[in-house]
């Protein structure tokens, strides 16, 4: 996600908003990414492709809803990698991805349930039921050994593209077997499977429009043969913090990722490029398409 340019009265740019992001992936002759078309009328990222997510709500972390999940809260708070945060704040994030993934694209990432189920749930979502109630409804388990870790975006105080700022937690999932995807109107205008060289191809030519944070996820796993591979990465790592630092140069605006000479976080945080140039609204590596996968 990225930042926002209001600032309070000392000068300081609004604290970043806690969120989280579900990367769906499925097998479908190499790795596919789902990436959700915002409507144009969209306050965030109009019209651009996204993964399924938004922030945190304060259901989030209700007793009940934590009660629900399949795994103790300590586990999920120490995968996260974050000691800063409590379990109940780790956990209450694990959720923020399945609801928002849910509400968005109709899939739900819980124990046990078949297509009947599913159909369900979303019928009481159309309803208005709120998650918690949905959960209580139905008495679901959510299933978060489907999910991993997998990043975390922090956006600078130097706008780039839109006014808000996250710090947003991204996670990655195997799609459940039998789901179909359905994006929520009110949320998306379609829904596509992509790999991720193909949607770095048509962001590329100007087919689609996408934040930095796709584009540089896209990337990295596009270095994955399979749904597996990608997991396997993910639960033997902590996931890196990507604050990305903008710099003004004669050429334009270059976004600076750790591992760049001009960030000041040495070690990089994920493969790919270092830097990107911002210019006519797109992101590219300043040596051309192929530097996405160096």
């Not at 795994?71 to 780790?90: N, V, Y």
């Not at 130097?158 to 039998?178: C, H, S």
């Not at 996931?239 to 990722?257: A, M, N, Q, S």
């Amino acid at each position: 996600m990225t930042e926002d340019p209001r600032t309070t009265g000392t000068g300081d740019a609004a604290p970043p908003r806690p969120a989280a992001s579900l990367v769906l992936l499925r097998d479908a002759g190499g790795i596919e990414v789902l990436l959700l078309e915002r409507s144009v009328d969209d306050t965030i990222l109009a019209g651009a492709h996204v993964f399924p997510g938004g922030k945190l709500d304060r259901e989030d972390a209700d007793d009940e809803v934590l009660a629900r999940l399949d795994a103790d809260p300590a586990a999920l708070h120490a995968q996260l990698g974050e000691p800063e945060l409590d379990a109940r704040e780790a956990a209450a994030l694990h959720v923020a991805a399945l609801r928002e993934a849910f509400e968005e694209t109709g899939v739900l990432m819980a124990c046990g349930v078949d297509a009947a189920m599913v159909e369900r749930a979303r019928a009481l979502h159309r309803e208005g039921y709120g998650w918690g109630e949905l959960m209580d409804a139905l008495d679901l388990r959510l299933d978060v050994a489907l999910m991993r870790p997998w990043s975390r975006w922090v956006t600078p105080k130097v706008p780039t593209m839109m006014r808000k700022r996250f710090d947003t937690r991204f996670f990655i999932a195997r799609l459940p077997e039998g789901q179909v995807p359905e994006p929520d109107p009110r949320e998306a205008v379609a829904a596509r499977w992509m790999g991720p060289r193909d949607a770095l191809q048509r962001y590329w030519s100007g087919e689609i429009d996408m934040a930095a944070p796709q584009i540089m996820t896209l990337a990295h796993l596009a270095r994955f043969a399979d749904v597996d591979a990608a997991m396997r990465d993910a639960a033997t790592r902590r996931p890196p913090v990507i604050r990305p630092e903008p710099i003004e140069t004669p050429t334009g605006r270059i976004i600076c990722y750790p591992g760049d000479p001009s960030h000041p976080v040495p070690e990089r945080a994920m493969p790919g490029p270092t830097r990107l140039l911002f210019e006519k609204n797109r992101f590219r590596p300043e040596t051309g398409f192929e530097a996405w996968f160096d």
